[in-house]
């Protein structure tokens, strides 16, 4: 009969370790459990045509070509000159990355969902690709959004005391120091710049995505960028929407 006992109190301890356990790593595993959507198709675009004869010894990342720019950003309804930096920014993240398959309107529709393109506010963007006026997003003081305490003393979002996400594609201002990266070549990374900051966010994308031809890469990719099932939904049916209209799906 004390055999039995015991084996009973050894029998509920293995249980409760045993199920102790799977709710740990269901949580710790939370990422994993997350329904991966399958990619949204990935636009192409018509790039200029390089001068005949012209060589180089380094990769040089083409513009959009210009008619095509035109037609598409009237089919969807993108500023041309966010489209240019979009299709420039997924062009330079692929070479860098060539295992990443980032698509121009998955750049775009995180443009769209994070700032309208550049135009959160009435504003929009210059010729340079400069925001018109200064983009920037919600103290990030616990209410209603993370509380993240002040990281660059004011310097990109004139709040000393919290962040701000700043620019057209909403950086932090602790991820821009690590993430931003140079996409017009004057040789600094300014986050209210649409090519610095497409350049940033596509490359941000590959490096937490891995292959973003897949659907638990693409996923990642993008939950990476805003924790919310329903944010990545939104720029997964943006990034399809833009596929279809321009009429370049590959």
């Given at each position: 009969m004390l055999r039995l006992k015991r084996l009973a109190v050894l029998g509920l301890f293995a249980f409760c370790v045993i199920t102790?356990?799977?709710?740990?790593?269901?949580?710790?595993?939370?990422?994993?459990?997350?329904a991966a959507l399958p990619p949204p198709p990935r636009a192409a675009a018509k790039?200029?045509?390089?001068?005949?004869?012209?060589?180089?010894?380094?990769?040089?990342?083409?513009?959009a070509d210009a008619q095509w720019l035109m037609h598409a950003a009237a089919q969807t309804d993108i500023p041309a000159?966010?489209?240019?930096?979009?299709?420039a920014a997924a062009g330079?993240?692929?070479?860098?990355?060539?295992?990443c398959g980032i698509g121009w309107n998955t750049v775009a529709a995180v443009?769209?969902?994070?700032?309208?393109?550049?135009?959160?506010?009435?504003g929009s963007l210059t010729n340079a690709g400069q925001a018109g006026r200064p983009i920037v997003g919600p103290s990030l003081d616990g209410d209603g959004f993370a509380a993240i305490h002040d990281t660059d003393a004011g310097a990109l979002d004139g709040d000393a005391r919290w962040d701000h996400a700043v620019g057209p594609m909403q950086f932090i201002p602790s991820t821009w120091q690590l993430a931003g990266r140079d996409?017009?070549?004057?040789?600094?990374?300014?986050?209210?710049?649409?090519?610095?900051?497409?350049?940033?966010?596509?490359?941000?994308?590959?490096?937490?995505?891995?292959d973003l031809t897949t659907a638990t890469g693409w996923t990642d990719?993008?939950?990476?960028?805003?924790?919310?099932?329903?944010?990545?939904?939104?720029?997964?049916?943006?990034?399809?929407a833009y596929a279809a209209q321009s009429g370049t799906a590959g």
């Open positions: 102790g356990f799977l709710f740990w790593a269901l949580r710790f595993s939370g990422a994993e459990t997350r790039l200029e045509t390089l001068s005949s004869g012209i060589t180089s010894a380094v990769n040089i990342t083409r513009s000159r966010a489209l240019r930096a979009y299709v330079a993240a692929n070479e860098s990355a060539p295992a443009g769209f969902v994070e700032s309208g393109h550049g135009t959160y506010g009435g996409g017009n070549g004057d040789g600094k990374a300014d986050p209210f710049n649409i090519d610095d900051a497409a350049l940033s966010a596509a490359s941000y994308l590959c490096a937490h995505g891995g990719a993008i939950y990476s960028y805003n924790q919310s099932d329903s944010y990545v939904d939104h720029v997964r049916d943006r990034a399809a």
